[in-house]
């Protein structure tokens, strides 16, 4: 696709959250995700199963995932074989290509990075699955986040510019927030604490933040009108 020329954009960065932003949380992918990781924690840790989901939600709330609150308790487990038993059996053929969104963020003039705690196998199936590929210049991921060896600048690069994040966690964008972004909390109408805009779905992005395509608005119509006009328009989801 064409790179897209004209004046400079209010935001220099978008930064996305994937799961339960880029698709909606009717998918059931974060509620088998939910069910795989306490299943982990019964089978391979030997948790008690009625600690588990209790233990999950103390675990997110004080250390952001539970998997990291899992090794912060001191339990011993290899990251590589949590994520396979976590997202390797995911329902991935509820996820549908979504033609609307690809065309969107293609037509976007702006610099987007896809940021996401999950592993990297799962952040490209997913992007497979919505047919969203190329629609990124960077992905920031688990692997990302943890590096073996020295750290990534790939977040600290994005954050000397002016970035306007997108994310359907609350704690995320009061995080966001408080990093100096500008946000968006995506899946629900009303705003939350910390966020500036509320979409339901992230296809309200160019209704919500028609600014984004400042100078630049006749490329989409003519594109977004083609895709939109065919009458059998997937969109992400089957239940
Ligand atoms: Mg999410």
């Not at 880029?22 to 840790?45: F, S, T």
């Not at 779905?201 to 003519?222: K, Q, T």
């Amino acid at each position: 696709m064409a790179a897209v020329e004209g004046p400079t954009p209010k935001y220099e960065c978008l930064l996305f959250d994937l799961d339960d932003t880029l698709y909606p949380l009717g998918a059931g992918i974060n509620l088998a995700c939910r069910k795989n990781i306490q299943d982990y924690m019964r089978d391979h840790l030997q948790i008690e199963e009625s600690q588990i989901a209790e233990m999950c939600l103390e675990l997110y709330r004080d250390y952001g995932t539970t998997m990291a609150g899992l090794k912060a308790l001191g339990y011993e487990f290899d990251n590589d074989e949590f994520h396979a038993n976590v997202h390797g059996r995911l329902p991935y053929d509820n996820l549908r290509p979504d033609p609307v969104l690809r065309i969107l963020l293609l037509s976007i003039p702006q610099r987007k990075i896809l940021f996401t705690n999950s592993d990297k196998v799962h952040a490209e199936e997913v992007l497979r699955r919505l047919g969203l590929e190329d629609c990124f210049e960077g992905v920031i991921c688990f692997e990302t986040l943890n590096p073996p060896a020295a750290p990534s600048n790939v977040l600290r690069k994005s954050q000397e510019n002016y970035v306007i994040f997108f994310d359907d966690s609350t704690r995320n964008i009061a995080s966001g927030k408080a990093a100096g972004f500008h946000t968006v909390i995506v899946g629900r109408s009303e705003l939350v604490p910390g966020a500036d805009h509320a979409l339901e779905s992230i296809h309200n992005i160019r209704e919500a933040l028609p600014e984004i395509w400042d100078g630049h608005d006749d490329w989409l119509e003519s594109d977004a009108d083609a895709v939109l006009a065919s009458a059998d328009v997937e969109t992400a989801v089957v239940a």
